[in-house]
Structure formats: structure tokens, C-alpha cells
């Protein structure tokens, strides 16, 4: 039992490194938008609303694919808890694990599409205000 203890063990730190990976994404996606769209509404340029634009999306895809390892080592931990202590091999290999779509399916899950949506529709706002003004 000692054996499958460690392993699990071992893919639940992946686990959590991956969640605080998101977690502090989304931080920076809130810092990072707050600065430049307040550089934006102060000097009225409707370039700097661009610039929080295009690393959204960025971070927005790239905490789609933290989302998407983390459930992929989800699946792991659930098949080696569920094997005897003879067939741990400490693998880490989750590629027996990916279904097609998986990555587009994270990105637009119910917990990255409430956080991502408003702060572009905020940037949209701020754009439309900018170039009407």
C-alpha cells in the first residue's frame, strides 16, 4: 500500500502545482487588465485596450490548458487507485488519457468562462467607449 500511497501522493502535488498555477493566472489577468485599462481610459488611447485584449486571451488559453493537465492527472490518480500495488510503475504519463476536444472543452468550461467573459466584455466596453469619445 506504501507504493500506491506515494504515487497517488506524487500525481496529487502535479495536481495542486496545476491549480496554483491557475489560480495565480488569474491574479496577473486581473492586475495586468487593471493597469493597462487604466493607463487606456487616462491617456485615451484606444491601442492600450488592445494591449489587454490580446494577453487575455493568451492567459485565458494558457489557464485552459493548466485546467485541462489538471483533469487529465485527475484521471491518473483515478486509475491508480483503483490498481493493485504489484502494477504501480510511478508513471506519469497521462496521454492514455486525452480525449479530442479535451483542451477546447477546459477553455470553455463553467469555471474559466465565468472569470474570462467579464473581464472581456469589460475590455469591449472600455474599447466602444474609447472610440466613440
Excluded at 124 to 130: A, D, H, K, M, S
Amino acid at each position: 500500500m506504501e507504493k500506491k500511497l506515494k504515487h497517488l501522493e506524487l500525481i496529487q502535488n502535479v495536481i495542486n502545482r496545476l491549480a496554483n498555477s491557475s489560480f495565480f493566472l488569474k491574479g496577473w489577468t486581473v492586475i495586468f487588465v487593471a493597469a493597462v485599462l487604466g493607463f487606456a481610459t487616462k491617456d485615451s488611447k484606444p491601442i492600450y485596450v488592445w494591449l489587454a485584449a490580446i494577453p487575455t486571451v493568451s492567459f485565458w488559453l494558457l489557464d485552459g490548458f493548466y485546467l485541462n493537465q489538471e483533469r487529465l492527472f485527475r484521471r491518473l490518480y483515478d486509475a491508480i487507485r483503483e490498481i493493485d500495488e504489484g502494477e504501480i510503475d510511478f508513471s506519469m504519463d497521462t496521454a492514455s488519457y486525452k480525449q479530442n476536444g479535451d483542451w477546447i472543452k477546459a477553455v470553455f468550461s463553467k469555471t474559466l468562462l465565468p472569470f474570462y467573459i467579464p473581464i472581456m466584455l469589460v475590455i469591449g466596453f472600455v474599447l466602444l467607449w474609447q472610440v466613440t469619445s
